[in-house]
């Protein structure tokens, strides 16, 4: 699914496979949909804390287990759309320096705004704990 517009449905589908992270136990410290705009794509990156314990590789293994479980609701959703990312990555500080949501499912969208000095052309924020 490369898209240079965040849709209603990768909106819905992003939430679901939150949710359905939690319902596995992976339960992400932070899930947003990102822009890159260097490669004119979105991506749902997933910050997860058991990364370093677990290895990227098994976290992978699960999320596609979940996306073959649920294809149903999963249906325009690929591996290829997720990318992981530890709870402290720059990333992820930046937004934290700027939005907490708590550990529910959230919905910001947060366009064409500076944090500390970096623009973020585009996001989606599900959860930042």
Known sequence: ??????????MELGAVLVRKL????????????????????WKLVVAESTLDTLGPKKIYRKIQQILADSAEELT???????SLTKPD????????????????????????????????EDAYIYRLN
């Open 1 to 10: 699914m490369v898209e240079t517009i965040l849709t209603k449905e990768m």
């Open 22 to 41: 939690d319902e596995y136990g992976l339960t992400p410290d932070a899930a947003l949909w990102l822009y890159f705009p260097e490669e004119e794509q």
């Open 76 to 82: 325009g959703l690929s591996l290829e759309d997720v």
């Open 89 to 120: 990555a720059p990333i992820i500080a930046l937004f934290r320096a700027a939005i907490r949501t708590g550990p529910g499912i959230s919905g910001i969208r947060f366009k064409n705004n500076v944090i500390n000095g970096t623009l973020i």
